[in-house]
């Protein structure tokens, strides 16, 4: 499929220059060790707690430290989806083609992204050295519904890198509907690739272009 090298590009684009050095920390802020600080704290302070907690939890982890990565997409599934928009995630990377699909589409659609932003990403756990997080204030009115949490991580030897997370209240829990590194949305990195494939193959071709894409990503192929 014509879309699919400018996918692969995309991947590589935010795998090596961005997220190798930056996912453990990306991925570690949604690692929920109690389920009462999705319900009380505020996005910020709940940012803040848990990835102080998750940092502490990687530097003593040996098997992720010396590169499972097995146990590191497991840590993904289990502890970081829950709090991550899937759905929403996927209609900002299909911008306008979003509502060309069915229910049924969207569902699959959505897993399949899913699917392929734990597999790109989660090996990137592995990656953790010496970077700490410095917290900005955070601009929030009460009954807002979406939130804009900003960070900068601060490695040795280099500039701090923007990290921004944006976050929308769904029933009692925030959760992250995309995330912004150095300036570059990780959800809409994708979007020129996708409706590329849609104008050429329809929805039909966009899912099986990141099915494909999953089974190489699975079989270890690049």
């Known amino acids: 499929m014509q879309a699919e090298p400018v996918l692969l590009s995309r991947l590589l684009f935010f795998r090596k220059r961005l997220m190798k050095p930056l996912f453990s920390l990306l991925l570690g802020v949604f690692v929920f060790c109690a389920p009462a600080f999705a319900q009380e704290d505020s996005p910020d302070a709940l940012i803040k707690k848990v990835t102080d907690d998750v940092l502490s939890i990687v530097r ?113 829990a925030w959760k992250v509907y995309d995330v912004v590194v150095a300036g570059v949305s990780l959800v809409t990195n994708y979007r020129d690739t996708f409706n590329q494939e849609v104008r050429a193959n329809g929805i039909d071709g966009l899912l099986q272009m990141l099915t494909t894409k999953n089974k190489q990503l699975e079989a270890g192929k690049k």
């Open 60 to 172: 003593q982890d040996k098997d992720i430290q010396n590169g499972n990565t097995k146990k590191a997409i497991e840590l993904v599934e289990i502890k970081v989806l829950p709090h991550f928009n899937f759905q929403h995630m996927t209609a900002l990377a299909m911008g306008r083609d979003w509502n060309k699909a069915s229910p049924e589409q969207k569902k699959h659609l959505s897993d399949e992204f899913r699917t392929l932003l734990v597999r790109t990403y989660s090996n990137a756990l592995t990656s953790y050295k010496d970077q700490t997080v410095r917290y900005k204030p955070t601009r929030m009115q009460s009954g807002d519904m979406e939130v804009l949490v900003k960070t900068e991580i601060v490695q040795p030897g280099s500039k701090p890198i923007q990290l921004d997370y944006s976050l929308e209240k769904l029933s009692d």
